[in-house]
């Protein structure tokens, strides 16, 4: 039994960890099928900038890993009968919170909405990650292509 909750555990552990897996919205970051693509290039300046939160969206593993945990921990510790399953019972609920919270704080990031005016008098308005200061009046390059578009100095 001791066996089967550690691996329980370490198989939890394991899947919390990969929902925490970030897609990035980076201006720096390239992925691999973004390489050697032609990209339009425009110039712009930067008119307003605005913090944002970049939010992944929930998948429910952070609630169920911890409803999971919670549930084996308390119940494997206190007592038999009725009074472990209450125990695993509150666990479970308590483990589920805290997991949805780790997970809603693992899925946001700070970003960026940059606000330019085009040569041609356009005004485009761009969300990325926040890895990068812009400025108002900064002459920046927007970099567009496969419907992805990033600003960058």
Sequence with gaps: MKNL???????????ALSACVATPTSSNVYREHQTQNEQI???AVVESVR??????????????AGAALGGIAAGSSIGQGNGALAAT????????????????????????EITVRLENGEFRAITQDADEVFRVGDRVRLLSGRGVTRVTH
């Design 5 to 15: 909750t550690a691996f329980t555990f370490v198989l939890a552990v394991v899947v």
């Design 41 to 43: 290039v425009r110039m």
């Design 51 to 64: 913090e944002v939160v970049i939010e992944k969206g929930e998948t429910g593993v952070g609630t169920a």
């Design 89 to 112: 019972i509150v666990g479970a609920v308590v483990g589920g919170i805290i997991g949805q919270n780790v997970e809603a704080n693992a899925n946001h990031r700070k970003g960026l």
